[in-house]
């Protein structure tokens, strides 16, 4: 079995995010500044679909087998049906759409913008948009895990919401990194969550907010390295936690995708480095594919444009070195 496959029919323009689907450990969106969505069987490195919006795509989920949500620079959430192609209009933020989440138990879909708002959707209600929340700041980030959501904004600012009660956030916290958010994911044992910033560190926090709880947070370095005894540093873009083992995996500019155990704070391992930047990880449900967008991030601007790679998807899959030392399953 080879470690990675290379998607067919990849983006034309840089991946903003890969997401796969809650139930079929094979299907998988990505969505791109090239303004589409597209939808893969990954078992059969297939295109099955593929969604055309106005502008550029910066987020996108799936609510079951079935359904899928996009959104981005043309601020218009998206319900996009993955077997008959067709794309339902719900409704409108006032700026760019920058990260979404849906909430099974709940059966919502929530959306994050720049317009400092978190909007909360029912597909299949006749008035889709069922609440608004105001924010201080521009949302970068959300993720959620059972009913908590977090949601990264700008000014390093977090809040953390119980998504049964939103008339406001259960905590309001500032990042630990001194530098703006650009990674986010909630550990999928609910204990808490890891956030990665544009100065290549990575922090690990806890929502219980008992001292012995918070003792226990942290924060490391990571995609750096030195040549001729200058240090680069790369943003962090991107972080997923494995659905059983609770490690986690963190995507850098650097090109270099690592997986690290939080509990003993150690780095697991390295994969060989990608070709480019990667704006992009997910694991699927089980656990046994981590997929990676690699793309040009703009980190060189319009001089790096020229000599950038080509966009890429690959899968790989993946094996022990995901499981923390001396696991036995809890």
């Known amino acids: 079995m080879a470690d990675q496959i290379e998607l067919a029919s990849p983006p034309f323009d840089s991946v903003s995010s890969v997401r796969f689907s809650p139930t079929n450990p094979n299907y998988l969106l990505a969505s791109s500044w090239d303004t589409t969505v597209r ?11 593929k969604f055309d919006h106005r502008a550029a795509v910066l987020a996108c989920c ?3 087998a079935n359904h899928a949500y996009s959104g981005g620079l043309d601020t218009s959430v998206r319900e996009l049906d993955l077997q008959t192609e067709k794309i339902n209009h719900l409704g409108q933020h006032s700026d760019a759409i920058s990260s979404m989440n849906f909430s099974r138990d709940q059966n919502t879909l929530i959306t994050g913008s720049w317009d400092r708002t978190i909007r909360f959707w029912d597909p299949r ?9 105001d924010l201080p700041e521009r949302v970068y980030n959300m993720d959620l895990v059972n009913h908590i959501l977090v949601v990264a904004m700008a000014s390093r600012l977090f809040h953390i919401y119980d998504i049964r009660k939103m008339d406001q956030p259960a905590q309001i916290r500032e990042s630990m990194l001194k530098f703006m958010t650009r990674a986010l ?3 999928p044992d609910g204990q808490g969550y890891a956030t990665g910033s544009v100065e290549g560190r990575i922090a690990v926090e806890y929502f219980d907010p008992s001292p012995q709880a918070q003792e226990k947070k942290y924060a490391f370095k990571c995609h750096r390295q030195t040549i001729d005894d200058v240090d680069h540093v ?4 991107s972080l997923a936690f494995h659905p059983v083992y609770n490690t986690f995996a963190s995507a850098g500019s650097d090109g270099t995708v690592s997986i690290w ?6 780095r697991l391992r390295q994969y060989p480095k990608y070709n480019a930047p990667v704006p992009s990880i997910a694991f699927n449900c089980d656990g046994t594919k981590l997929a990676v967008g690699v793309s ?3 980190e060189e601007g319009e001089e790096g444009a020229k000599t950038a790679e080509r966009p890429a998807i690959f899968v790989r899959n993946v094996g022990d070195e995901v499981k923390p030392k001396g696991w036995t399953g809890s």
């Open 39 to 49: 939808y893969y069987d990954v078992a059969a490195n297939e295109q099955k679909a």
């Open 261 to 266: 155990d939080h509990k003993s704070k150690k």
């Open 185 to 187: 994911a909630c550990m």
């Open 234 to 237: 790369w943003p962090v873009n």
């Open 125 to 133: 209600a006749s008035n889709p948009q069922q609440s608004s929340h």
């Open 296 to 298: 040009y991030t703009w």
């Open 62 to 64: 799936f609510s079951d």
